[in-house]
Nanobody, 125 residues
């Protein structure tokens, strides 16, 4: 399984970015997909996740109503649309994949089987 995250960069506060995570080596539609982030000196934290059906997504309170996760089965890609960005959103963003993760474990990095390499998002004030 390979996950390739891209789309990070430098953006001013209030701006938007869209991250992509392309999956290969898997039957993409069978996998739940998640996004995490890690700021310097901090632990990796849950951003959001989308179920393999694509019918529902959940988000951390800190990004709710600003970030949206979607997936394109045909392109084997999951997206993280980030709007109204804040300096505290600055972090390396990682995508993750798991076949059978349960709802109660979505927020735990250790529960996810596969990880992408991360893409840096920097939000300037």
């Amino acid at each position: 399984v390979q996950l390739q995250a891209s789309g990070g960069g430098l953006v001013q506060a209030g701006g938007s970015l869209r991250l992509s995570c392309a999956a290969s080596g898997v039957t993409f539609r069978n996998y739940n997909m998640g996004w995490f982030r890690q700021a310097p000196g901090k632990e990796r934290e849950f951003v959001g996740a989308i179920r393999r059906s694509g019918s529902s997504a959940i988000y951390a309170d800190s990004v709710k109503d600003r970030f949206t996760i979607s997936r394109d089965i045909a392109k084997n890609t999951v997206y993280l649309q980030m709007n109204s960005l804040k300096p505290e959103d600055t972090a390396v963003y990682y995508c993750a994949a798991d076949l059978g993760i349960i709802m109660s474990s979505l927020g735990s990095p250790n529960a996810w089987d596969y990880w992408g390499q991360g893409t840096l998002v920097t939000v300037s004030s």
